[in-house]
């Protein structure tokens, strides 16, 4: 089916007129508008930001679902060729086929490409349990490709804008970091503290072999990062004073959009300063310089 042409707008046709069409419903009967489509004619959406589904979760649900069936339609739109794309609801699919449920319950919207990604991303980051890197995707996504803020972003989602900005700032990790936090060998908290540290992979490597805790984990980035600048604290241009909330506000907003490592040193008494750029690879250098000569 030939994509309909996007157009500008805020977060969506409203973030309550989509949500709208994922909420949960009570059991009255059937409901209105849905329909019974068979499961080998739905399709999973290629730009699900949920990129993994526990097979333990999706068991559960599967007997849940032979118990009582699905009791929320899922949330499709149709594809060439009598097919439908799953826009909410991809977990149910998949469990109803452990199941061996022949058909689901759909409703089907006309959504354009634009509202498909929009809705998927902000169903899952309302209602299911991303772990954060899936969820700092999430934001990522909907900030390239909406224009959305991150203040935009805390008031429609319900979350402050300091949750939205620390999950940015994990997409400044290399690869190798972000694939273990993924993979829940480590937490967010681990991440974070790994996030302003010269060598990220290797101190995340440790880490993981020796079951640091967060705490422990902090510890161990401020003494790497003690030993190789011979001891010096780096922030002594501030007069060796802790960093004030603005700072950093503005560091964690400055790493989000260049999705790098930002450090304001800030001469105390005065109006002059620096500001660091820390890059993992020179695909991020290059990314940067393509940036900086626009």
Same mark, same amino acid.
């Given at each position: %089916?030939? !994509? ?7 977060l969506?046709?409203g973030?309550?007129?989509?949500? $709208? ?5 009570? %059991?009255?009967?059937? *409901?209105?508008?849905?329909i ?17 589904f526990?097979?333990?979760? &999706? +068991?559960? /649900? =599967? ?5 009582k ?10 594809? +060439? ?5 799953i826009? =909410? ?8 086929? /452990?199941?061996? *449920?022949?058909?689901?319950?759909? &409703? ?8 498909? *990604?929009?809705?998927?991303i902000i169903?899952?980051?309302q209602?299911?349990? *991303?772990? $954060? ?5 999430g934001?990522?996504?909907? %900030?390239?490709?909406?224009?959305h803020t991150?203040?935009? #972003? ?10 939205i900005?620390?999950?940015l700032?994990l /997409?400044? #990790? ?6 273990? #936090? ?6 967010n908290g681990? $991440?974070?503290?790994?996030i302003? $540290? ?16 967060v705490?422990a ?6 003494t790497?990062?003690?030993? @190789?600048?011979?001891? @010096?604290? @780096? !922030?002594?241009?501030l007069?060796g004073?802790e @960093?004030?909330?603005?700072t950093?506000? &503005? ?6 959009i260049?999705? %790098? ?15 660091v ?5 020179l695909?991020q250098?290059?990314?940067?310089c393509n940036r900086?000569?626009?």
């Amino acid at each position: %089916m030939a !994509s309909k042409k996007s157009k500008p707008r805020g977060l969506g046709r409203g973030l309550s007129a989509l949500m $709208a069409d994922v909420t949960p419903q009570p %059991m009255t009967g059937t *409901l209105r508008g849905d329909i019974q489509v068979p499961t080998e004619r739905l399709v999973a959406n290629p730009n699900q930001p949920r990129r993994s589904f526990a097979q333990s979760d &999706l +068991d559960d /649900l =599967a007997a849940s679902i032979r118990e009582k069936g699905i009791l929320q339609p899922l949330i499709v739109r149709e594809t +060439d060729g009598g097919k439908y794309e799953i826009v =909410a609801g991809e977990r149910r699919w998949r469990a109803a086929q /452990l199941a061996q *449920l022949h058909q689901v319950p759909v &409703l089907v919207r006309d959504f354009d490409d634009v509202e498909v *990604l929009e809705v998927a991303i902000i169903e899952n980051i309302q209602r299911a349990d *991303l772990n $954060a890197m899936e969820e700092a995707t999430g934001f990522r996504q909907l %900030m390239d490709s909406f224009g959305h803020t991150q203040e935009k #972003l805390a008031g429609a989602l319900g979350k402050s804008r300091s949750h939205i900005a620390n999950l940015l700032r994990l /997409l400044t #990790l290399p690869k190798d970091v972000q694939d273990l #936090l993924r993979e829940g060998k480590l937490s967010n908290g681990h $991440a974070r503290a790994l996030i302003t $540290a010269e060598n990220p992979s290797e101190l995340a490597k440790q880490v993981v072999y020796e079951g640091l805790s967060v705490r422990a984990t902090e510890r161990l980035a401020k003494t790497v990062e003690g030993e @190789k600048t011979g001891g @010096k604290i @780096k !922030s002594r241009k501030l007069g060796g004073a802790e @960093k004030d909330a603005d700072t950093r506000a &503005l560091e964690a907003d400055l790493a989000a959009i260049l999705r %790098m490592g930002v450090s304001i040193e800030h001469l105390a008494g005065g109006e002059s300063g620096q500001v660091v750029i820390s890059y993992a690879t020179l695909d991020q250098l290059d990314e940067l310089c393509n940036r900086l000569s626009r």
